[in-house]
């Protein structure tokens, strides 16, 4: 029974993605296709391209006290807010030369033609490109020519691909869901002397208060856009999982963090790692009765 794992979007709360795997791999439970969106589409870009999520979790710690502004600083286009160059380098650092159809384990990358209104998998080409579409939040980054389309973030057709696990051959599917409703969030405290790194710098580009401005202060362009496409992504991510209803379902309480607090990684992969764990018996349960074969070997 092939196990396929759907990896949604979230911005930095997707690092929670780390946590997830680290559990289902410690019991056997060894995703055969992933598919992924945006912050989703990194993670299972990077596991199926190193093979081992402690690499993956190495990589991601490395956020913490990194100085990313050389990849990611505020240098407006006439299509993005950050520097189209900054990130490409990013990501090529990052993943490299590798094609998508080189990966061991089948991958899948969903983006947004932004013309047209409609979801791209994208299932071969540059795995540093592919990704780079499907993170492109729009406004924010600027979109990324693929065939003949642009395409932008994966999460405003598709937050959580599972219907790309069954239409390419996973039997049993796993969806990762770290987006949470917007009357339970909470504004984490601030860290006083701490580097905001990665697109929180953009903070100081406008007006010093995306990040920090508290209730009742009138939001600026950034963080609206930034809103805006949470609460569309909150919506269309329970509308898709009852239309693509996985086999499980795992949400990541990720109340408390915000879109680009890339910089407390720790904190968020172990929120993955809790949020796994408690469904770890009714994924082991659901394996064994589906397949008590696949349920014995793993």
């Avoid at 069954?166 to 009357?183: D, M, R």
């Avoid at 909470?186 to 990665?198: D, H, I, N, W």
């Avoid at 408690?278 to 349920?295: K, V």
């Amino acid at each position: 029974m092939t196990t396929g794992i759907a990896l949604g979007g979230g911005g930095a709360k997707g690092l929670a993605h780390i946590g997830v795997l680290k559990v289902l791999l410690q019991h056997g439970i060894v995703p055969e296709v992933v598919a992924g969106t945006s912050i989703g589409a990194l993670v299972g870009a990077l596991y199926c391209l190193k093979g081992d999520i402690h690499t993956v979790e190495e990589f991601a710690l490395g956020f913490e006290d990194a100085n990313l502004s050389r990849y990611l600083a505020a240098r407006p286009s006439s299509s993005g807010l950050v520097s189209e160059k900054r990130i490409r380098g990013f990501l090529d650092d990052t993943l490299g030369t590798a094609a998508i159809e080189s990966l061991d384990v089948p991958y899948f990358c969903i983006a947004t033609d932004i013309r047209r209104g409609i979801e791209v998998v994208l299932d071969h080409g540059s795995l540093a490109r592919a990704v780079r579409a499907s993170i492109s939040v729009p406004v924010i980054f600027k979109p990324v020519s693929w065939e003949g389309r642009f395409l932008v973030d994966g999460g405003l057709v598709n937050p959580v691909p599972v219907d790309t696990l069954k239409k390419n051959g996973a039997a049993f599917t796993i969806a990762v869901n770290v987006i949470s409703p917007l009357l339970e969030r909470t504004r984490s405290p601030e860290r006083p002397g701490k580097e905001k790194p990665l697109i929180a710098r953009l903070d100081d580009f406008f007006s010093r208060k995306l990040l920090s401005g508290g209730a009742g202060k009138e939001p600026n362009l950034v963080e609206t856009i930034l809103a805006t496409i949470e609460v569309m992504q909150e919506k269309l991510v329970m509308s898709r999982l009852r239309s693509d209803a996985p086999d499980v379902t795992i949400h990541v309480d990720t109340a408390d963090f915000r879109m680009f607090e890339f910089y407390r990684p720790a904190e968020i992969i172990r929120r993955g790692e809790q949020a796994a764990s408690r469904q770890l018996d009714t994924i082991l349960g659901l394996r064994r009765q589906l397949d008590p074969e696949t349920a014995r070997r793993g």
